[in-house]
């Protein structure tokens, strides 16, 4: 057929869409039938690609196929075809050679049968030689016989003695015809030559010699030796060995010899069962006197486990993704093997330990799929070994490697360390450095692994977190947007989230506890006394006649740092070697250090100050005027012997802190009469002297223990008088016992009490304010002075 001819249309054989077979990739695979054949994806059509020629594929065999496999994929599927090569009367019958010469004697007696070389068809059947004839001649006609092999068996006939003389030389035309539409024929020149009488011809003990040799039989090894015998003596009885030259010997001459004596016909080359499985020989024997005879030998080829599978790879599917259902198809491998039948049989396994398998899908195919799940953050790379050992003996075995890059797909959270991070800053640091940096990892690979960092705001807490805080989202640094305040806000709670790039993307959180660290950042404040706005507090009136050691009164300071920032001091400022009085360092109470004397200093002006126990450390000072009298009656003529040495100023404002004492004495007598007036009941006037604590209204503990940090450090009965009016006299004093301390003053305005709490508890006989007489012990190690309870409570 000619070349790009239709032999038929596979699609519609096999039951394919047609539109679907670029997309399967049909396709023909074979060693053979890819030069002789292709296949038209338009159509399904299978076209002729080259001229095909049975005898040169198939020799002289009845039969005549082309095998080979189309595959189709998505789905995969093969389907073995088979094309029939059918044979056409396309050669003519020749001689090997085309001049045939005999010999013969003159005596030759009619009936004598001369051997002839058979014509040679490489097409089959009828189309092969079917007759011969012999040009006219009257010494000669044609015999035609059959071999046991089927084979035409041609002889010459003599019908008449020859006479040398008369004729030295006959040449007669040998034709051969086959049986073809329209018919070929083939002509030889068969030249009779007479010669002297040598009227025995050699005579072979078998016409047709048959032996089977394996293909890696070595170089020189004897296959068979043929025998030929002549009755004829001397040089007409001695015969030589030879190939005759035929179609076949032209191919094979150069693979077997024959010894010229002995007959013994030897392997000259290296065998291949693969290229030729059969072997014709045509040896004659030739005598002295130029008579021959002619045999055949057949030799068979035994095939032999010379040829290791050969494994090709005709799909493969790189990278695959990680997850990649198990059942899916990586690869197609295909394994053929030269040799025939169980040298040619071949079995294929996976060496490695992986998460493929290997499954047959034909006699030659097999395909590479996916058996268990894979993870590309414990193996990223497979290389895939497959090992085809065919069943020969000994079996011979080769091996291919794939290499298979496996995908990523996100399907990993990032992480951190730890669910919980724990820091701890300065306050007052600068707006915009670093606090602290966090770091999650993610396994996974490109965009899957980028980490975005952010911070969360699911609730209230870290809202107000995010005025302080900010995250660099690629870096997870953690900066300050402004100065922290311990006092304000002493930890922050952050919640970190980190989220890769993903898709769908992932994400984990972590927690970050920030603990801002104390600085000594806040001097002392002062709660008691009170003290004016140019650092002076009010007057304290000192018993004459106080013991030494006599409480006298006590400097009250709180420090909002706290730790060791908070530990406050007490001290004096400007002491002399004959101070009067003594102050605790740790309690700041100030105390007499010794009993007083009429010549002693009537006025005393001491300042304290209170430091903290920070680096560096901070201070407050308080100035006190403290005046030694038992009563106001004592103060007056002392001071007017002091007048003279005081400016006018400084007599003005003693009268009018005298003017102010004798007011609230007079306020405080009307108020208690008023008050025992309404009790009804008889009881004696109210003498001031006689004052007890149980006249006056009940003050919560938690009020006192606003205004102290614990420096009071054991527990203490303190009398403590309250004028809520600042223009009230800040002075009081009682005498039940001449030791026992002056009632401590603390004005409300200056103390951060706060008028208004107060206020709006007031009586309504008593709008103006109290009197307060709290007798009450008060352990201040035992009261919360945290910044949170810092609150006036009523």
């Not at 899916?328 to 060496?351: F, P, Q």
């Not at 009170?530 to 006590?554: H, N, R, W, Y």
């Not at 908070?566 to 001290?571: D, E, K």
């Amino acid at each position: 057929m000619r070349k790009d001819s239709v032999i038929a249309n596979i699609a519609d054989d096999l039951g394919l869409d047609m539109k679907q077979l670029s997309s399967r990739k049909l396709r023909i695979l074979s060693h053979v039938s890819e030069k002789y054949f292709y296949v038209n994806l338009d159509n399904g059509n299978l076209h002729v690609k080259d001229r095909i020629d049975r005898e040169s594929l198939c020799r002289t065999e009845d039969s005549c196929f082309l095998t080979f496999d189309a595959v189709v994929e998505n789905p995969f599927n093969i389907f073995q075809i088979k094309i029939e090569i059918q044979d056409i009367n396309d050669n003519s019958p020749a001689f090997f050679p085309d001049m045939l010469s005999v010999e013969t004697i003159e005596l030759t007696s009619a009936g004598t049968r001369f051997a002839l070389q058979t014509a040679e068809d490489p097409d089959i059947g009828s189309n092969s030689v079917q007759t011969y004839k012999l040009s006219d001649n009257q010494y000669f006609t044609l015999s035609e016989d059959r071999n046991p092999d089927g084979s035409t068996f041609l002889e010459l006939v003599l019908e008449k003695p020859l006479d040398r003389e008369t004729h030295s030389l006959h040449e007669l035309i040998l034709t051969a015809m086959d049986g073809g539409k329209p018919v070929r024929s083939g002509t030889a020149l068969i030249r009779v030559i007479v010669t002297d009488a040598n009227d025995n011809f050699p005579i072979f003990t078998q016409s047709v010699y048959k032996v089977s040799v394996y293909e890696n039989t070595p170089i020189n090894t004897i296959v068979i030796t043929v025998n030929a015998t002549d009755k004829d003596e001397g040089a007409n009885g001695q015969i030589t060995y030879s190939f005759s030259k035929t179609s076949g010997n032209v191919h094979r001459s150069g693979t077997f010899s024959i010894h010229p004596v002995s007959g013994e016909i030897k392997v000259n080359d290296k065998l291949d069962y693969e290229l030729a499985k059969n072997y014709e020989i045509s040896v004659q024997a030739k005598d002295g006197g130029g008579l021959m005879a002619h045999c055949k030998v057949l030799i068979e080829a035994i095939d032999e486990n010379d040829n290791a599978p050969e494994i090709s790879v005709n799909s493969l599917l790189s990278p695959v993704a990680e997850d990649t259902s198990p059942g899916a198809m990586i690869a197609l491998i295909k394994v053929h093997d030269r040799d025939s039948e169980e040298n040619g049989e071949t079995d294929c396994k996976l060496l490695e330990e992986t998460p493929f398998s290997l499954i047959s899908s034909s006699n030659t195919y097999y395909k590479v799929v996916t058996a268990a799940p894979m993870d590309r953050e414990k193996v990223s790379r497979y290389n895939i070994t497959i090992l085809a050992t065919d069943r020969g003996f000994p079996p011979l075995s080769s091996k291919i490697s794939i290499i298979l890059e496996i995908s990523d797909v996100n399907d990993n959270l990032p992480l951190f360390s730890k669910s919980i991070f724990y820091t701890y800053v300065q306050e007052n640091n600068l707006p915009g450095a670093s606090v602290f940096s966090i770091q999650a990892s993610d396994p996974d690979t490109g965009d899957n692994a980028k980490i975005i960092y952010s911070i969360s705001s699911n609730v209230t807490e870290d809202q107000t977190s995010s005025s302080y805080l900010s995250i660099n989202i690629e870096t997870g640094v953690l900066y300050a947007q402004r100065s922290f305040d311990y006092e304000k806000r002493s930890e922050f709670l952050i919640h970190i989230t980190a989220k890769d790039n993903g898709s769908p993307s992932l994400s984990s959180n972590a927690t970050l506890i920030i603990h801002i660290v104390d600085q000594n950042d806040n001097s002392p404040k002062i709660l008691y006394p009170s003290i004016d706005s140019g650092g002076t507090a009010a007057f304290e009136m000192v018993p004459f006649d106080c013991e030494q050691g006599s409480l006298i009164t006590k400097v009250v300071a709180i420090d909002i740092d706290s730790g060791h920032n908070s530990w406050l001091s007490y001290h004096f400022l400007q002491e002399s070697e004959h101070s009067y009085f003594a102050i605790s360092q740790h309690t700041g109470e100030i105390r007499t250090s010794h009993i007083f004397q009429e010549r002693d200093v009537l006025n005393h002006k001491i300042i304290v100050m209170v430091k903290d126990n920070g680096h560096p450390s901070l201070s407050s000072t308080v100035t006190l005027n403290l005046i030694v009298a038992n009563n106001f009656e004592q103060v007056v003529p002392r001071f007017n012997d002091k007048i003279s040495n005081e400016d006018p100023q400084s007599n003005l404002q003693l009268y009018l802190v005298i003017s102010l004492a004798l007011i609230s004495l007079l306020f405080i007598i009307t108020f208690m009469l008023v008050v025992i007036s309404k009790c009804k009941k008889p009881s004696p006037p109210p003498v001031l002297d006689g004052l007890s604590s149980n006249l006056y209204p009940y003050v919560d503990p938690s009020l006192i223990s606003q205004y102290t940090n614990g420096s009071m450090t054991l527990p203490y009965s303190y009398n403590v008088c309250v004028a809520l009016e600042s223009s009230e006299n800040d002075f009081t004093y009682m005498k039940p016992n001449p030791c026992v301390p002056v009632a401590n003053l603390i004005d409300a305005e200056d103390s951060e009490l706060g008028n208004e709490s107060l206020q709006n508890n007031l009586p309504a006989s008593n709008p103006t304010g109290w009197i307060l007489w709290i007798d009450l012990p008060v352990d201040y190690n035992q009261v919360d002075c945290s910044a949170e309870n810092r609150k006036v409570e009523e």
